[in-house]
């Protein structure tokens, strides 16, 4: 069965310099989920959206910006990158079940 | 937010059950009860939720106590594979959609 995409699966970035994520849901998912998880803690929920829309925030700096596209694929874009973005973002789709099915994650890292 | 209290880690043999409990003695009525997993170097993964009854599925049981303040999620035989951080988590399914992750618990399976 198809799984949540995500790429690249590392990102190797410099400080202050830019990056974007991109989600690929699961077909028929119309709701995409963001996550940062940081060395040793657990998944922060980041940002979500509900067919295109943002429908919920959460703790995601005002550096970062995510949009869902019309093909439901969506991205995270992260700017002037800080050390502290180190980290694993996860990518998440549900349907109307409610179950949210996660990808790999993408590991960035800010040197 | 309602919270949820777990063990921070625990300990089983291989090919024998666990329990894993959690306390959410702030549960309101229309909180979920969901459980998910996740695996060292992977993403989150659902295992079960529930509402009122106990539920059962080809992963887990889900064990939800009368007054709902507390749940048990069963692993009925523990292989190796088991090993990872358990969260239990609450979900207003009616209010919104995101899952917070708290602290988990960390199963460690003795072969």
């Known amino acids: 069965a198809a799984g949540v995409i995500q790429s690249p699966r590392h990102l190797i970035k410099e400080k202050r310099e830019t990056a974007t994520l991109k989600c690929y849901p699961i077909?028929?998912?119309?709701?995409v989920y963001w996550y940062q998880q940081g060395p040793g803690q657990d998944p922060q929920f980041l940002i979500s959206?509900?067919?295109?829309?943002?429908?919920d925030k959460g703790s995601i700096p005002d550096r970062f910006s995510a949009q869902q596209f019309s093909d439901y694929h969506s991205e995270l874009n992260m700017s002037s990158l800080e050390l502290g973005d180190s980290a694993l973002y996860f990518c998440?789709?549900?349907?109307?079940?409610?179950?949210?099915?996660f990808g790999e994650g993408s590991r960035l890292t800010v040197l | 937010d309602a919270k949820t209290t777990q063990p921070n880690s625990m300990e089983s043999n291989e090919e024998e059950p666990v329990h894993l409990p959690c306390n959410h003695s702030t549960i309101s009525g229309t909180d979920y009860i969901h459980w998910y997993r996740q695996l060292p170097s992977q993403g989150p993964e659902y295992v079960i939720h529930g509402l009122t009854s106990n539920v059962n599925n080809r992963m887990a049981s889900l064990a939800i106590a009368e007054d709902r303040k507390s749940s048990t999620l069963i692993l009925h035989r523990a292989t190796l594979r088991d090993a990872a951080v358990y969260y239990c988590?609450?979900?207003?399914?009616?209010?919104?959609?995101?899952?917070?992750f708290g602290k988990g618990t960390r199963l460690h399976i003795l072969p």
């Open positions: 959206f509900y067919e295109k829309m943002q429908s």
């Open positions: 998440a789709s549900s349907s109307t079940t409610g179950e949210l099915f």
């Open positions: 988590i609450l979900r207003d399914e009616d209010r919104d959609d995101k899952i917070i």
């Open positions: 077909p028929r998912h119309d709701t």
